[in-house]
């Protein structure tokens, strides 16, 4: 199990996600208040999750949490260049297409991060 310290941070980079994922789930979905969304947890990630080191960490869980650390910032990454596509789609077509990849990528980014504040009970 991950320290509180680190939990702690994890649940609050997940709130941000959350306000993310109902933003996308409007009627009407405001460009400019999801980009604004967008930097706020870019900007969390960087300046809180970034940082963390993982000395506190024994072995297994170490490299679990680093695995699962570097696919948050790849998918974090990828969600930044989904939402260029979709500001930037023409059609109609195309832009629901290209916001319902952003759903996907909010809703693995919610999955990993889910699974850092969770207390894990088997093995207790």
Known sequence: MLPLSYRERYQTFL??????????HQQEVVPTQLQSLYSQLQQYFQQQLMPLTGDELSGELFSQWQSSQTEMHR???????DLMFWQ???SGDTSQQ???????????????TTAFTVQETEGS
């Open 88 to 90: 930037t789609s023409k």
């Open 98 to 112: 290209r916001l319902a990849t952003v759903r996907d990528r909010v809703q693995t980014l919610i999955e990993f």
């Open 15 to 24: 709130e941000i996600l959350h306000q993310i994922q109902d933003q996308l």
């Open 75 to 81: 998918h974090l990454r990828l969600l930044q260049t």
